[in-house]
């Protein structure tokens, strides 16, 4: 694992991601027609932009570009990235910032709680960048924004995507102790693709702590995802299905990689609907209790219907 340190002095000039400024430019596939969507301008979409922007909040949702903004915002759902804005890793799909982040800023759980409450969110998303630079990685962060929006919105259901924690001892049990409703974290790809795609991390690492949070809470709902169109084969994305189920990880969410620059890991295929429900249909069938699979499917996307619907599937059997 490599940590990046950013020896530039002046914020304005530091490139977004140093890591990949050298690399030559990959070619950018045109997007089919079922990938595209619409420029996000409603007032929703607004008034949710103002509520982050008034608590000085980072998400998700315009830091890795996700498509879904526009409809997510419109509906005041929001996936808050706390712990900064810079990430330590420096995954080649990933459009969040790399460098040597920032303190942590210990008032920020609060400010989740009060963005949390003022949307008035039933349901919220709290992820953040990697923080290879802390002794837990900051499990214990995590940790204090779960304990806030307990504390303010106490009829707000919690879910995490966290980190890998790695060579961090303690801290998925740290995250666990804090209760959130569903423990989601995503291995992202295939295993032959990750010293590409994610070579900051470790596959089994990451299948290991979705199942140590089953040892810790066997009740605990956990939630992993993944991206094609890197080049993985079928069969690869069969047996990470078979991985998950072995560490009874309960719902799977499947989606199409965007490229977001030149500079990234380039888009090899964009698969079509139909490739996608029937990825489904074979991960219903080795036991998901439920699976969200879609050229537009990202991890937070319709995050608090998709609980309610994990919920009611596990009461069903």
């Known amino acids: 694992m490599t940590v990046l340190i950013d020896t530039l002095t002046d914020p304005a000039h530091r490139p977004r991601h140093p890591e990949k400024a050298h690399r030559p430019d990959q070619p950018v596939l045109r997007k089919p027609d079922w990938i595209r ?34 409809e997510c915002w419109e509906k005041k759902h929001a996936t808050f990235m706390i712990m900064g804005d810079t990430c330590t890793r420096a995954c080649a799909f990933c ?19 009060e963005a949390t409450a003022k949307l008035g969110l039933s349901h919220v998303v709290i992820t953040s960048v990697d923080r290879d630079d802390l002794d837990d990685g900051g499990a214990a962060h995590f940790a204090a924004v779960i304990g806030a929006i307990r504390e303010r919105s106490p009829g707000t259901t919690i879910e995490v995507l966290t980190p890998d924690f790695l060579r961090k001892d303690g801290a998925v049990e740290r995250v ?13 790809t295939v295993p032959s693709k990750y010293l590409a795609v994610r070579p900051g991390a470790r596959y089994f690492a990451s299948i290991r702590l979705l199942q140590r949070v089953k040892e810790i809470d066997p009740r605990a709902f956990t939630k992993s995802g993944i991206m094609v169109g890197l080049g993985e084969e079928r069969h690869e994305v069969l047996q990470v299905m078979d991985d998950l189920r072995a560490a009874d990880v309960d719902f799977l969410t499947i989606g199409q990689y965007l490229q977001p620059s030149r500079k990234h890991h380039p888009v090899m295929r964009f698969l079509p609907p139909d490739e996608f429900n029937a990825l489904a249909t074979i991960a219903y069938a080795k036991g998901f209790l439920l699976v969200a699979s879609s050229p537009l499917t990202r991890s937070s996307h319709h995050a608090g219907e998709d ?3 994990l919920r009611a599937a596990r009461a069903a059997r």
């Not at 969507?37 to 909040?57: C, E, F």
């Not at 459009?95 to 709680?113: F, H, S, Y």
């Open 37 to 70: 969507v619409k420029a996000p301008v409603s007032p929703g979409y607004l008034d949710t932009q103002r509520i982050v922007r008034d608590n000085g909040l980072h998400t998700v949702c315009e830091e890795a570009g996700c498509p879904n903004i526009g």
């Open 95 to 113: 459009n969040v910032k790399t460098g040597l982040p920032l303190p942590l800023d210990a008032a920020e759980p609060i400010r989740v709680a």
């Open 176 to 188: 666990v102790a804090a209760r959130p409703d569903i423990f989601n974290h995503n291995l992202e």
């Open 307 to 309: 609980f309610a619907r």
